[in-house]
């Protein structure tokens, strides 16, 4: 048995190995961060578009038993005029006929917070559904209307009669 040797090849040296690793590094380094906000971005649109759909369903619901639900946008919403309605009983309501199924939690794996007032009498809000965005946490029952700074995912965002009353869009506010 002979082992035979090529003079003229050679391999990588410590150096190009380590360099090497180095620029893999850096250029994870850059992606990670905006690959991590990627993912909150899509849990936030996703938790809108899950809005929007049980909203939907909801307003068409409210259209069909009490002729035509008037929205309407004010500079001051509250959530104190609504009660708290639970995903089972908007099971019972709206499918199969109005939406496929209501989802229990929003983007982050909060729960939703549904709520309607059926006492529309003097132009009182009538639904809202409410994420509570990535921390869980409720910001308050009432909101100034209009949105907020998009990258700010621990922000309620809240439908309500047929629009969003808080959301995530642009980039320039003064809400903080």
């Not at 090497?20 to 992606?31: D, H, N, T």
């Not at 906000?37 to 068409?60: P, W, Y």
């Not at 409210?62 to 309407?72: F, H, I, P, S, V």
């Not at 500079?75 to 009983?89: I, K, L, R, W």
Request: charged residues 20%; aromatic residues 10%.
């Amino acid at each position: 048995m002979r082992c035979h040797i090529r003079v003229g090849q050679k391999g990588f040296t410590l150096i190009e190995l380590l360099l090497v690793i180095a620029i893999i590094g850096l250029i994870a380094a850059m992606l990670i961060p905006n690959l991590l906000d990627a993912l909150q971005k899509a849990k936030q649109k996703r938790t809108m578009a899950d809005e929007r759909l049980v909203g939907t369903a909801m307003m068409s619901w409210l259209t069909d038993q009490d002729g035509a639900a008037a929205a309407g946008q004010g500079a001051m919403f509250s959530m104190d005029v609504y009660s708290v309605v639970t995903p089972g009983q908007l099971r019972a309501t709206l499918v199969p006929q109005y939406i496929q199924t209501i989802p229990l939690t929003d983007g982050w794996v909060n729960s939703y917070d549904y709520r309607m007032n059926l006492n529309t009498a003097g132009g009182n809000q009538v639904m809202s559904i409410r994420s509570f965005g990535r921390d869980g946490l409720a910001e308050g029952t009432e909101y100034s209307t209009g949105a907020f700074r998009p990258t700010d995912y621990d922000r309620d965002i809240v439908w309500a009669d047929g629009f969003f009353v808080r959301w995530p869009e642009g980039v320039n506010f003064s809400d903080p």
